[in-house]
């Protein structure tokens, strides 16, 4: 355990002014945590997963813990790694190497770490009542979270706090000397008797204890406090709260004030689908957005130990904020700079500080993954929608094509015939007509080069569906990139176009016919590929793929004529075409359409 | 399962400090589960009535917000036929710093004012835009038929 030796020794070190004693608590103490460490290991043989769980159960820093106390029972989804850091300090890695390198390194702690929370308090309770009630507790959460390596860490965790207590009592000197201590606790850090140093520190911790107004519990007054409203709140709360799940933008804003909300975290997303946001966290208590806290360590541990500053530390636990300036002033080491700011405007009330300020830790700092997460659930949707539209395109160029397509991929689609007519009109959102060539000149090349890989094997062997599929569907991509460059106009209903001859609906007709118009050009290309294809064939093959396909257009002018029902005007010319297999004359019949409708 | 420290202490709070027109007892088998009543607002067209909710504190209470549901039939544009309730708070804009008790106190408000531009009861806000008071008349007469004092007056 030299970690928690380690953490402790290097707590000490800014404690310029009181060597005597810190050095000796020090000294003194770290050779017996080795040796209780090392027996612990030896005698436990644990595994090293348990070690270092039980390492994280134990470590503490400004007397509280380093992973949650069980106040919430869920999940735990925060980078518990981040959090420890920022509780801690960088030095984690090294604290087994060398107890002087550690207290060499310097020290920034940025988030409270998890304090044991006291169910009640009463600022009429004596030291005794104070530290029964904090005790009171700590069996009952340590064993809670772990069992077994909370028992076998025991004489260490004891070790532990003596030494933070040791370190701790000379604040509490100061800190607690209206309940006439002084004397006891100088006793105490002589002798070293472990519940008296835990008395101490208990002491010094929880007097003045304030109660988090979210887990209702009772907490030593060096709590984080929000960087916008200056208001407590535990670690336990803080590590809870977080961005809004990725969800389909709604009407609503998180707060009032949509002046100052940030545009929530936008992921482009091809398709031009809707793209999830994931809103930042907000203030509890004032809504303010990118909710990020400050906090002001326990001024003890930052050396206010000693006769000259002991005046100040009195005033520091009576004031929080007090205690921050004190404590900055006296380290004027780590992250000065920052600190600083938060000491010079702590005087009457800290000023609301930016959420890009050096000190503040957001709840975005200590779940770093949340853009991947927006990212990985857009690109989810995004490919669920790409799924859902290459389905659905897949069906409609089957039907479309009824006459040139394949067995089997008539077969896939064939079940959804009229349901992909139905919704396909949704992914293809036509363009004007001035457009309409350009783009039917690019699905042309398109699907030549598509079905130069695939439509062989479709013709042939009727192959595997998923081949037919897996084409389509590739392109059917490349229709729905296309779709919102193309500036589509409105959703069209299915068969409407015969109605909308008579009614007077024209942009819809129009939108129709040029949807038409596509669909052909694409079967038209799969025609052309196909009969080229087949020139290539051997001879052999060709006579029986002739033969095969003669069978395939008749099953599929069947199913296109089941299609007529749902789609007549999309049958007739697609009935023509399986007949004639004219192409080219078709793409050219196409291009005069197109351009009569644009004429119209 | 235990239940939290905060979810006691505020039943505790809500018993020793109770919020005037409203009461919320938990149930002896489901400490999460509360039968609420709220007294209509006066100078409201709810004056007058005691109308029953059900509240329940999901297992990731105070992180996400309470269910609350009312049981007594009302006419309000805000509250749907099945009783659910359409408040900011006990939806986007929850905050763990609220509480049962500002909770209620928002639903109770929301009675002393209803929104029919945020509808959830298309029907009555149309009503309310339309006629606002005929809407208010339908609501009296439903406070009186439904939300009546008398144990027996709810649906």
Known sequence: MGNSAGKETRSESPLYESPPVVGAASSSRRPRARSSGGERHSSLAATRSAVRHALNMEETVDGGYLVPQ???????????????QLMVSRCRRTSRASSVLLAALSIDRRLAPFFKGLEDYEPSWSEAELVAAVRGQAPNTAAASSSEPTVAITPEIESTRARSESNATTASNASSSSHASRAR?????????????????????????????????????F????RCCDQPICSECFVQIKRADPHVPEHEQPSADSSTVPSPARVSSPFGMIELISECACCPYCTEPDFGVTYSPPPFRSGIGSSQSAGSVLRATLSRH????????????????????????????????????????????????WQLKLANANAHAARRAAAATALHSAAFLLDGGGGSATDSGAGSAGGSNGSAGGRRHRHHRVPRPSGLELLISGMHNHHSNHNNNNSNSNITSGGSSNDGASS????????????????????????????????????RRMVDLEEM????????????????????????????AEQMRRRQSATSTMSGGSAVASSPALAAPQEEETETEEGDKQAEATTKRTTTVSAA | ??????????TERLVSDPVPGINAVPHEENLRYFDVTVDGPSQSPYEGGVFKLELFLPEEYPMVAPKVRFLTKIYHPNIDKLGRICLDVLKTNWSPALQIRTILLSVQALLGAPNPDDPLANDVAQRWKEDERAAIATAKEWTQTYAKPEPEAET
């Open chain 2, 1 to 10: 399962m235990s239940l939290p420290k905060r979810i006691i202490k505020e």
């Open chain 1, 185 to 221: 606790s100088n006793t105490v850090s002589s002798v070293g008797s472990v519940s008296e140093k835990k008395t101490a520190l208990y002491t010094a911790l929880y007097r003045n204890a304030v109660e988090c107004p979210i887990c209702f519990l009772y907490y030593p007054p």
């Open chain 1, 322 to 369: 007090a205690s921050a300036t004190a404590s900055t002033v006296s380290i004027g080491s780590a992250s000065s700079s920052s600190l600083q700011a938060t000491a010079t405007g702590s005087r009457p009330r800290r000023p609301t500080l930016p959420s890009t300020a050096a000190e503040v830790v957001t709840t975005d700092r200590i779940r770093p993954d």
């Open chain 1, 223 to 226: 709590l984080n406090s929000t």
């Open chain 1, 517 to 544: 118009m596509v669909m052909e050009a694409i079967r038209i290309s799969l025609l052309e590929d196909e009969e080229r294809r087949e020139h290539e064939r051997d001879q052999v093959e060709r006579g029986a």
């Open chain 1, 70 to 84: 069980g106040v919430y029972s869920g999940p735990q989804d925060f980078k518990a790694r981040v959090v420890r």
């Open chain 1, 472 to 507: 389509n569907s590739s392109s059917s991509t490349n229709l729905s990139m296309m779709s919102p460059t193309l500036g589509g106009g409105s959703p069209t209903r299915r068969g409407s176009l015969l109605s909308a001859r008579s009614t007077s609906q024209r942009s």
